[in-house]
C-alpha cells in the first residue's frame, strides 16, 4: 500500500514567488494534516483536514498561505508571496478516523524542503 | 512554559548501553502521548503510545508519570540503527493535532 506521498520533495524559489506543494494521503484516510519544521525548531501543527473540510486552520501562519482539499483526496498548500522565513520542511500526514476519541497513529509523508532565497 | 519539552542531546553512547530521555508537558489534562523516531532528512515515525502508565516493546520502554507530567523512553541494550531524533508528541486541540516536541538526538557508537 502506497504511504502518503508528497511533491516536489525541494523547491528552490525567489522571495517574492509563489510555491504549490501537494499531498497525497493514504487512500481511505479523512484526515489529512500539514506541519512544519522551520531549522532549529520543533515540528509545527499548521492546519487539519476532515475530508474537504477545515477542521482547524489555527496553526497557519498568515494570509499568505492557503491550503485546500477539494473532492477529499489530495491537498495543495500554497504560499504566495514566499517570504525568507517561510523556508522549512513541510510535512503532510494522514490519518484514519478519530476511534471514541483518541487520536490514531499519523503517517507522514517524506517532506517538501521549501529554500526561499 | 513549553506544551511539550525535551533535552535536544545529542546523546552519545557506546553500542549496548542502555539510555533514557525525558520528556515533561504543560497540559495536566492530556490523556495519551506518543513517541516518533525521526531519521537524518526522512519523515517521522511511530515508535510508541502511551495511554496509561507505560508501554513496552522489545528493547524500548515507555512511562508515564502523571503526577509529575513526563514521559520517559528508555532503550536497553542500544544499536547502532537506534540512532535517531526521538521526537515526544502530545495530542491537543481535542486530539485532532499533535503537539511535538524539539526531539532528543540519539547516536550510538562503536
Known amino acids: 500500500e502506497a504511504g502518503v506521498t508528497q511533491f516536489p520533495s525541494h523547491s528552490v524559489i525567489e522571495k517574492g514567488q509563489t510555491v504549490t506543494l501537494r499531498c497525497d494521503p493514504i487512500s481511505g484516510h479523512d484526515n489529512l494534516y500539514w506541519y512544519r519544521r522551520v531549522m532549529g525548531k520543533e515540528i509545527k501543527f499548521l492546519l487539519h483536514?476532515?475530508?474537504?473540510?477545515?477542521?482547524?486552520e489555527s496553526g497557519m501562519p498568515n494570509n499568505r498561505f492557503l491550503a485546500e482539499r477539494t473532492g477529499g483526496t489530495y491537498s495543495t498548500l500554497k504560499v504566495q508571496p514566499a517570504e525568507l522565513e517561510d523556508s522549512g520542511v513541510y510535512f503532510c500526514?494522514?490519518?484514519?478516523?478519530?476511534?471514541?476519541?483518541?487520536?490514531?497513529?499519523?503517517?507522514f509523508g517524506e517532506g517538501s524542503r521549501l529554500t526561499v532565497l | 512554559r513549553k506544551e511539550v519539552e525535551q533535552d535536544p542531546g545529542p546523546f552519545n553512547v557506546p553500542e549496548g548501553a542502555t539510555v533514557a530521555f525525558n520528556c515533561t508537558y504543560s497540559?495536566?489534562?492530556?490523556?495519551?502521548f506518543f513517541w516518533y523516531r525521526q531519521d537524518c532528512r526522512k519523515e517521522p515515525k511511530l515508535l510508541m503510545s502511551?495511554?496509561?502508565s507505560g508501554n513496552e516493546d522489545g528493547r524500548f520502554t515507555a512511562q508515564l508519570n502523571r503526577a509529575s507530567q513526563y514521559i520517559s523512553l528508555l532503550i536497553r541494550d542500544s544499536k547502532l540503527s537506534d540512532s535517531a531524533t526521538y521526537l515526544c508528541v502530545v495530542p491537543t486541540g481535542g486530539g485532532n493535532k499533535l503537539t511535538f516536541g524539539t526531539g532528543t538526538q540519539l547516536k550510538v557508537e562503536l
Open positions: 497540559n495536566s489534562a492530556s490523556q495519551s
Open positions: 502511551v495511554y496509561s
Open positions: 500526514a494522514s490519518s484514519q478516523g478519530l476511534a471514541g476519541g483518541a487520536p490514531r497513529e499519523l503517517f
Open positions: 483536514f476532515v475530508k474537504e473540510s477545515k477542521q482547524d
